[in-house]
């Protein structure tokens, strides 16, 4: 054919080029978490952590609001399953006992501890068992409607977690859960799936979900079925979800039924729509972004003294910024800092050449 | 005797009190060229919106290759070897010209999820023909050079030529066009008709569309069906149809003196 002669050896090469630069990458990052490792400030290693769980998280809904462009907001409802799993099976026994005062912990929990990396991995296949219940009767919803069926959802597993005594202390939560999220494991786990996401999204069923954010109608009669891939997505998104929700529970070492409410999803979204729906990249950087951020904002709930004005510290005033900037980003940016746009070696080959030769250009004039 | 490709048998379709398609029966053989033609809101796109499963006829029959398909879902009736293109082109709009042609071939993937995200050798090997196959289309349809663009970025005629590309990437049996020539000068649908009948001898395609656009209609149709309100008022080939009172009344109204 001839096509395949119109073919250069270049991608070839290319493949190379990239394989070396993404080396020389991740031994870069390797070097700095072993460097972060040894840190002695404790403030800079949970902040460094936060990341990375935010990574994982934004990645699970950027599955599903960005590449599938399904709207769902059950993201906290997701992480409860998850971290309550982590937790409940993590808690060496004599601590559960002692947590458990109303009413005793029911019973193969009572005593089973599990490694974990297993615990984690029970509760992304339970929330994505939950995803596939109640994906049957809501990703036949579109637009807002999924949107207010999920976030009901989100709400029950809350509600049910206060309610559910002898399994979830109720309203007292889960202590002394083992802080097992070290740096490893969160970035460990970070990078298990950014890479899983890349070779996901770009593979024929990335493309079809993608195809079904562009147009459901021309999807389906192209030949998508649009409920096995939405709910594939759905289970997916909600799997990394609870991983990341275990995550969670180990970085904070207690959890309750508060921390999942509706304000969790929001601050993920928050990420995924500054880093850009259906970019990788994107969700990425705005984790760092995000999570550095509302950490450095932090000197804005002390006291001000601009000028004439004088506040003795008001508590929440960094959100109120932070929620100013996001404001900014969405007028300014809309598709937030990335689009659906990757920052892959070759793109960022091609903008360094443009900008090089834009200068050349501007010297011969 | 040829081989019916389509048949639609006694298809109506209701919107509450309105009859949109009023029992409709048609056919199209191995590799003819039908049109259906008719007046605005005579009920042409809810025919094509019944065959393809978008909507699910009241009543009647929809047989693809002998197969009953009456009230399939879309995707498979495109698994079944149904293609189509839309009035208002609908392109994956944000994505590249190959993408879109690419995507189109995913219904005929043999590789599970994790096959393809593990890019297992098996997944592998699909995933090249997927875009060999999706070069030599866009190649033949004239759109190689602009395959790395993205697909809303095209002119208009070459969306128009996307669409049919990423119709036949699905490899169907039967394509289905809504209005193809919609929106073209006489030059450019002179070479749509040329294209059209191309496809058809490569592909070894049956053909179904829509037109207003006469001059095409008329050159490139072996049968034409035409509709009005909803019913079937003639049936025959461009010669018969251009005789016909009831289409020539149906379209231009009828004379008061006459009648």
Redesign the interface.
């Known amino acids: 054919?001839?096509?395949?002669t119109?073919r250069p050896s270049k991608p070839a090469k290319r493949s190379w080029v990239s394989l070396i630069l993404t080396l020389i990458l991740l031994s870069i990052v390797c070097f700095v978490l072993f460097k972060l490792q040894g840190v002695q400030n404790q403030l800079v290693l949970r902040i460094a952590r936060l990341c990375a769980i935010n990574i994982t998280l934004a990645l699970a809904m950027n599955l599903i609001n960005g590449f599938t462009g399904i709207f769902s907001l059950g993201q906290a409802g997701f992480m409860a399953i998850g971290a309550y799993t982590t937790a409940l099976l993590t808690i060496p026994a004599s601590k559960k006992a002692m947590m458990f005062m109303l009413t005793p912990l029911v019973k193969p929990l009572d005593t089973l501890t599990l490694p974990f990396g297993l615990t984690l991995i029970i509760g992304g296949l339970i929330a994505a068992g939950a995803a596939f219940l109640i994906g049957v009767p809501c990703l036949r919803l579109r637009g807002d409607y999924l949107a207010i069926a999920t976030l009901g959802f989100s709400e029950i597993i809350r509600v049910l977690i206060m309610n559910a005594q002898s399994l979830t202390n109720g309203a007292q939560g889960l202590k002394s859960i083992p802080s097992n999220a070290t740096i490893w494991w969160t970035y460990g786990i970070a990078f298990i799936v950014i890479v899983?996401m890349a070779?996901?999204t770009s593979?024929?069923?990335g493309?079809?979900l993608?195809?079904i954010r562009?147009?459901e109608?021309?999807?389906?009669?192209?030949?998508?079925?649009?409920f096995a891939h939405k709910m594939?997505a759905f289970m997916l998104s909600a799997f990394f979800a609870a991983v990341g929700g275990g995550l969670l529970a180990a970085y904070n070492g207690t959890i309750g039924q508060d921390m999942f409410r509706v304000i969790q999803t929001y601050n993920v979204l928050m990420i995924v729509v500054m880093g850009g729906m259906g970019s990788i990249t994107g969700s990425v950087i705005a984790a760092f972004i995000v999570t550095i951020g509302q950490e450095w904002l932090r000197v804005l709930d002390g006291p001000i003294n601009l000028g004439p004005i004088h506040t003795s510290g008001i508590a929440g005033m960094r959100m109120v910024v932070f929620s100013a900037l996001l404001l900014i980003i969405i007028v300014f940016f809309r598709n937030g800092l990335f689009g659906?746009n990757e920052a892959t070696w070759s793109a960022i080959g091609g903008r360094l050449s443009a900008l090089a030769g834009h200068k050349k250009r501007g010297t011969a004039e | 005797m040829r081989k019916k490709v389509l048949e639609i048998n006694d298809v109506t379709m209701q919107f509450g009190g309105l009859i949109a398609v009023n029992n409709l029966t048609m056919f199209a053989d191995y590799q003819e060229i039908v049109a259906l033609i008719g007046p605005n809101g005579a009920g042409k796109t809810t025919a094509f919106n019944m065959i393809?499963g978008?909507y699910k006829p009241t009543s009647g029959h929809i047989v693809l290759n002998k197969e009953n398909i009456t009230g399939m879902?879309?995707?498979?009736i495109?698994?079944r070897g149904m293609?189509?293109t839309?009035q208002n082109i609908?392109?994956?709009?944000?994505?590249t010209v190959m993408?879109n042609v690419?995507?189109?071939?995913?219904?005929?993937?043999k590789?599970s999820?994790l096959g393809?995200?593990?890019?297992l050798p098996r997944?592998r090997a699909?995933?090249r023909i997927?875009y060999?196959r999706a070069?030599?289309l866009l190649?033949y349809m004239g759109l190689?050079d602009v395959r790395n663009e993205i697909a809303s970025s095209l002119p208009y005629g070459m969306q128009r030529k996307l669409e049919i590309s990423?119709?036949l990437a699905?490899q169907p049996v039967m394509l289905l066009l809504d209005e193809p020539a919609a929106g073209m000068n006489p030059a450019e649908s002179l070479d749509l008709t040329r294209l059209i009948q191309g496809i058809r001898e490569h592909f070894n395609l049956t053909i179904l569309l829509i037109e207003h656009h006469m001059d095409v209609v008329m050159d490139i149709s072996d049968r034409i069906y035409v509709l009005d309100y909803g019913n079937l008022i003639a049936v025959g080939t461009p010669d018969e149809i251009q005789a016909n009172d009831d289409v020539i009344h149906a379209y231009l109204g009828v004379d008061e003196n006459e009648a």
């Open positions: 054919m001839q096509t395949k119109i899983f070779l996901f593979s024929s069923y493309r079809a993608k195809a562009e147009d109608i021309a999807a389906e009669s192209m030949g998508v079925s649009l594939m659906t | 393809t978008v879902r879309p995707d498979r495109a698994l293609a189509r839309f609908r392109l994956f709009k944000a994505l993408e690419v995507i189109a071939q995913h219904l005929r993937l590789s999820w393809a995200t593990a890019r997944y699909e995933n997927m060999e070069e030599e190649d190689l990423r119709a699905t």
